[in-house]
């Protein structure tokens, strides 16, 4: 075996092996790459899923407050608000401070729309939980951003 063979063996040998690493990372980064639009794919859907319900039940929370509803549609949208804060709150972390501040503001609500003359501190309390809302869930955007550059 002359010494060009003995190069064409180390290069083969190179290559196998280059070939063989960028393989496997290849397989990493791609397992990691799924498993991160997975997981940011999940967070976008929970994100619209708690705006749409938060808005849903204000929305539904104003329209009970409004004196001109008709009293054979209120049973309809009480069912509803309650339907939504129960929805809202199986949304949020129960071990979070700031889940639990959102929950918190929506008993708030419903408590406030449940009595007669509590419908000054109404529109209050429904900005608050709205304002709230968006602050959690702009964090929670940010979150997804970072994650899904990978910091």
């Known amino acids: 075996m002359g010494s060009n063979d003995a190069i064409a063996l180390i290069g083969i040998a190179l290559t196998f092996f280059v070939s063989v690493a960028n393989l496997i990372y290849s397989l990493r980064n791609n397992k990691r790459t799924t498993f991160v639009n997975t997981v940011t794919t999940s967070r976008l859907k929970w994100i619209n899923s708690v705006r749409d319900e938060v808005s849903e039940f204000i929305a539904v929370t104003t329209h009970l407050s409004d004196r001109?509803?008709?009293p054979e549609t209120i049973g309809e949208l009480l069912l509803q608000r309650d339907t939504l804060l129960h929805r809202i709150a199986l949304h949020l972390n129960p071990q979070d401070a700031e889940d639990q501040r959102i929950k918190t503001l929506a008993l708030r609500t419903r408590e406030l729309s449940e009595q007669g003359d509590a419908t000054r501190e109404l529109p209050a309390a429904l900005v608050e939980l709205r304002?709230?809302?968006g602050n959690y869930l702009k964090k929670e955007w940010?979150?997804?951003k970072d994650e899904s550059v990978g910091k």
Do not use: E, K, M, P
Request: avoid cysteine; proline fraction near 0%; hydrophobic fraction near 20%.
């Open 68 to 70: 001109s509803t008709q």
């Open 131 to 133: 304002d709230a809302t």
């Open 142 to 144: 940010n979150r997804v």
